[in-house]
């Protein structure tokens, strides 16, 4: 224990240097931290402004903060006297084995540079990727997040949703409606045809141009089968399709024009003995 005291003792001046080295590393480490969160501030609310992707801001702004702690790591080490060029150049050979260790998280890395590139998602956007569908929250380094519709956040790999089609369901401005109506063989085509043009007609949310489209597609055993294709803005397109369908059924109700339906026939014997 004297031992240690004498050691202390004798060695005063270079305890106080290196503890002032270390104080200054933990005040850089701070600032750091707090000019790259009033940085990233300034960086979303100006493109927020400037009206860019939700998507892209989310993903520009964890690059700058990576960027921020990187360089604010290196001085830091360099300020308690850590050789930062040898420690770059062990990182380097780390950095080799870490990346064959770790191929999938830079594929992901690498995946959202390419949608951040040619963004075929934004955020706010319904888009069918990597197996899921739902409305895009946020693409971040390694993963892109989607909210379904009954309020699941789902995150998917950015490598997945690269490599697989992608489905934007809100990228144009208006939507096909694509519903398929069977009716007997005993109803009259033309008169069903019109009654299903008259019910599109009705809603104001269906669209004029393109004109939409009632017509015959297949014989099938038990029914005739009418495509019935109008066009809605694709805000208003499954709120359209709902209400088509109850009113359709309604309507050939009313007229008297039957929609088939499975039927089985069961057949008793009674054995005789």
């Known amino acids: ?73 290196m001085v830091a080490l360099n300020q308690v006297g850590v050789e930062t060029t040898s ?40 888009v069918e990727c990597g197996g899921t569908a739902g409305t895009v929250e946020e693409i971040n380094i390694f993963q892109t997040i989607l909210k379904t519709p009954d309020r699941k956040v789902v995150y998917v790999p950015n490598s997945q949703v690269i490599g697989s089609a992608i489905v934007n369901y809100n990228r144009e401005n208006i939507r096909r409606i694509d519903l398929v109506i069977g009716v007997s063989y005993s109803a009259n085509l033309q008169h069903t045809k019109k009654v299903l043009m008259e019910e599109l007609e009705k809603d104001e949310r269906i ?28 805000e208003d397109h ?6 088509l369908l109850e009113r359709i059924k309604d309507r050939l109700d009313e007229e008297g024009i039957g929609i088939p339906f499975p039927q089985m026939d069961v057949h008793m014997h009674k054995n005789q003995e």
Not at 38 to 60: Q, S
Not at 89 to 109: D, E, R, V
Not at 238 to 243: F, G, I
């Open 238 to 243: 499954w709120p359209t399709r709902w209400d």
């Open 207 to 234: 669209l004029e141009d393109p004109a939409p489209v009632v017509t015959v597609t297949a014989l099938n055993s038990s029914s005739v089968d009418f495509n019935v294709r109008p066009w809605t803005k694709t």
């Open 87 to 126: 420690f770059i150049a062990i990182l380097g050979a780390a950095g080799l084995a870490i990346g064959l260790a770790l191929q999938g998280s830079l594929s992901n890395i690498a995946s959202g540079v390419l949608l951040i590139m040619f963004r075929p998602l934004r955020a706010g956007e319904y």
């Open 1 to 73: 224990m004297q031992a240690i005291i004498d050691w202390i003792n004798n060695n005063q001046g270079m305890l106080i240097e290196y503890s002032i080295k270390v104080i200054i590393a933990i005040v850089i480490m701070v600032a750091a931290s707090i000019v790259s969160r009033v940085l990233t501030g300034v960086m979303r609310k100006g493109m927020t402004k400037k009206e860019v992707d939700g998507a892209v801001i989310g993903f520009l702004t964890a690059i700058v903060k990576s960027l921020i702690f990187i360089a604010a790591l």
